[in-house]
């Protein structure tokens, strides 16, 4: 399949953020070579559907209410030991913050903070985060925007 990428407004994401209230996190992975980086699974919806998944490529901090837990900044085996807390957990809500496009996830008493620090032209990633639901693939991109990459079928020449 090719894929396309469009623009699409934030009023466009939070219809998908919505779309993944409520649904219980699956897997969260982190490894200790891949800095920042981390991926939250969602376990599949009861109706028919595929996972949902939200990739981290930017920093990061996990929040209780007594305060900071970890961060993208923290030693791996730590940060790993203090998201395995989100595992299991509904998320309640979801954010994105001008004008970057930061994310704010709410589990219970866990808040996950994205902070989109990939900005600009010469952004060492291309992606700050993404938001794979229902087979879209929403990116918050270095420049500011919110970019939804589409599958297309190939074009086939006709004789």
Known sequence: MDKS???VSKETLTRALRQIRNQRVAFIGSSVNTGSHISLKFAKPRRSGTPSAIYVWCDWRLDSARGPLASSD???AEAAKQLKGIVGQRLLKARVASPANDLVLYFGTLTLVVFCDHVGATATYDNNWDLVVNDRAFSAVPSGNIELE??????IDRC
């Open 5 to 7: 990428t469009h623009l």
């Open 74 to 76: 923290s030693p791996w």
């Open 150 to 155: 589409i599958n297309q079928p190939p074009q």
